[in-house]
């Protein structure tokens, strides 16, 4: 039985990590102001539609999970502190993804 634990606890570690990994295929990709901007994965928020949480990376560089506010155009970060939009924030692309997705 003691066998069994550690044995468990290993498969139980391994499925968590890979469930919260980021793809490495991106959603959609997007050219502004001369900076590349993929969306790896974006969920909108049920209970404020104008939130969004992505994982996306600019210029190939990964940025951790943040929320997006489309509404007050500032962002979440990962570490609870809240900032507006800067020059080459990916907010354009995020905000503007399920607004395309509804047309087709």
């Known amino acids: ?12 570690v391994s499925l968590f990590s890979f469930s919260f ?15 590349q901007i993929c969306i ?3 969920k909108r928020s049920a209970k404020n539609y104008w939130e969004y949480r992505a994982w996306v990376s600019i210029d190939d560089r990964p940025r951790p999970m943040e929320t997006y506010n489309c509404r007050d155009r500032s962002v979440m970060r990962s570490d609870g502190t809240r900032v507006s939009f800067g020059a080459i924030d990916p907010i ?3 905000c503007s993804f399920f607004e395309k997705l509804s047309r087709y």
């Open 92 to 94: 354009d692309v995020v």
């Open 1 to 12: 039985m003691r066998r069994a634990i550690p044995s468990i606890a290993i498969l139980l």
């Open 40 to 42: 790896f994965r974006i």
């Open 21 to 35: 990994s980021v793809p490495d295929k991106p959603l959609i990709c997007r050219e502004e102001n001369a900076h």
